[in-house]
């Protein structure tokens, strides 16, 4: 992979200087900091334009959710991952709307931590699977209009493949696991997104996870999904 230019946004300045040096040996390099949401939109105003916004989330609140949609639409293209020492749904919720393409823990290995971002940077979406369960339990207590999986008239192979989506496979890998070919994942894929009336890999994800259908990880890892390009 080739050198990834990243800015870091966090209040906490040894925090900032400790990922620079887990990064090092890594494709991604922080080309710039701010401590703050308000100096980041500054640095992109006057012309930084990142590959991966790395951004820590201080309250959850709407001043830092508007923050954030706005830091998207000024870097359309730009790869947002929110990285927090907090498990709380309310930011996830903030994230997710968004368009963040990931929310990972503090506490990551280095190791994990990188590939985590190589997956965001090919287009994936990593967060927590527990997460996002609490956040999908508390929509559907709100409206109660999910349909049981048997409702949704999905085949054995669409359930398959969404345990796979939860256990944050990509095309190429769902199709090893399964002995398809890459295409013929695609075309299920398509199938089971409009069944359970999802855009894209992520909300389908979650939606399994609301409807009990268990990947290898789920609770435990993270929700790898590959938007739709």
């Known amino acids: 992979m080739d050198t990834v230019r990243a800015f870091l946004i966090d209040s906490n300045k040894l925090f ?5 040096r887990l990064l090092d040996d890594s494709p991604f390099q922080i080309q710039a900091e701010a401590g703050n949401l308000r100096e980041a939109l500054g640095s992109v105003e006057n012309g930084l334009k990142p590959q ?14 508007e923050g954030m949609r706005r830091l998207r639409a000024l870097l359309p ?36 931590l990188a590939q985590s971002l190589k997956l965001v940077m090919m287009g994936e979406k ?8 609490l956040l999908i339990s508390g929509r559907v207590n709100g409206n109660g ?9 999905l085949s054995q192979r669409e359930v398959q493949i969404l345990r796979c989506l939860l256990n944050g496979d990509s095309n190429k890998m769902i199709a090893n696991h ?25 909300q389908a994800a979650i939606w399994a996870l609301n409807n009990g259908i268990g990947g290898e990880l789920a609770g435990a890892g993270a929700v790898a999904a590959a938007a739709n390009q």
């Open 16 to 20: 900032r200087e400790g990922l620079k």
């Open 52 to 65: 991966l916004l790395l951004l820590d989330l201080q309250n959850g609140g709407d001043e830092e959710a």
């Open 77 to 112: 293209d730009t790869r947002m991952v929110i990285l927090t020492s907090d498990l709380c749904t309310r930011r996830l919720a903030n994230a997710l709307e968004a368009g963040a393409d990931g929310y990972l823990m503090k506490d990551l290995s280095s190791d994990a």
């Open 126 to 133: 990593v967060f927590p699977t527990h997460l996002a369960a």
């Open 145 to 153: 209009t999910e349909m049981p999986v048997s409702r949704k008239g």
């Open 178 to 202: 399964l002995n398809i070919t890459e295409a013929t994942v695609k075309v299920h894929l398509k199938s089971l997104l409009r069944k359970i009336n999802a855009s894209n890999r992520t």
